[in-house]
């Protein structure tokens, strides 16, 4: 079992930056690969980025790409969703999930853990 918390979420202004942090817990949550998505009411859950257990493999939604960023630190069980240049389309709950897999599979069906997720707003 793996149990995943977000948090770092809040309101903040167009152009602004922001990081998520995502702690996991559980013997092989170091192992997994995790990926983080973003969900607006009613819609399904969209992927954004995931990083491979060791984390030196990344892989990105071709619409955030250059302006998200992915980190771990397994020694913190902590990984990391750094946004830049944000806009009022990237308000949203961001989730972290987490599993065994390919980086390289985006569909969220794939991820056998989840968070809770955490709130961000973009606005002026």
């Known amino acids: 079992q793996v149990q995943l918390v977000e948090s770092g979420g809040r309101l903040v202004q167009p152009g602004d930056s922001l990081r998520l942090s995502c702690v996991g817990s559980g013997t092989l949550f170091d192992q997994y690969r995790v990926g983080w998505f973003r969900q607006t009411p009613g819609e399904e859950p969209v992927f954004l980025g995931s990083?491979?257990?060791?984390?030196?493999?990344?892989h990105y939604a071709d619409s955030v790409e250059g302006r998200f960023t992915i980190s771990r630190n397994n020694g913190k069980n902590t990984v990391s969703l750094r946004m830049k240049s944000l806009k009022p389309e990237d308000t949203a709950v961001y989730l972290c999930a987490a599993g065994p897999g390919s980086i390289f599979d985006d569909s969220s069906s794939e991820y056998e853990y989840w968070g809770q997720g955490t709130q961000v707003t973009v606005s002026s």
């Open positions: 990083i491979g257990g060791n984390g030196y493999l990344t």
